[in-house]
Nanobody, 122 residues
Framework: VQLQASGGGLVQAGGSLRVSCVASGRRTFSSYAMGWFRQAPGKEREFVAAISGSGGRTYYTNSAKDRFTISRDNAKNTVYLQMNSLKPEDTAVYYC???????????????WGQGTLVTVSS
């Protein structure tokens, strides 16, 4: 599967942004669990959120739990990450990734998008 992330940009602290990731390939999109990760400058890539293939289960890192929402539209082969109440520490490149099962471990994801930069100004 090929993944294309988009929707990043510059937003003020307290604002909202939605990033998207479109998948393409031969395998049915709903057979993949999808995840969002982020990598801030000088830091390792970290898990943000994940969603099962059907969309019925989701997982979040603690810092995202009450502010971010992951969702998917299998008819559009797209996964979204709605980010509200953004903070400067949310500044990072956000990556979408696909896995055979819903997991939070980076190494378990087989396919990665190219990333989209989110910058939150104070």
């Amino acid at each position: 599967v090929q993944l294309q992330a988009s929707g990043g940009g510059l937003v003020q602290a307290g604002g909202s942004l939605r990033v998207s990731c479109v998948a393409s390939g031969r395998r049915t999109f709903s057979s993949y669990a999808m995840g969002w990760f982020r990598q801030a400058p000088g830091k390792e890539r970290e898990f943000v959120a994940a969603i099962s293939g059907s969309g019925g289960r989701t997982y979040y890192t603690n810092s995202a739990k009450d502010r971010f929402t992951i969702s998917r539209d299998n008819a559009k082969n797209t996964v979204y990450l709605q980010m509200n109440s953004l903070k400067p520490e949310d500044t990072a490149v956000y990556y979408c990734a696909a896995s055979s099962s819903i997991v939070t471990i980076r190494a378990m994801y087989d396919y990665w998008g190219q990333g989209t930069l989110v910058t939150v100004s104070s």
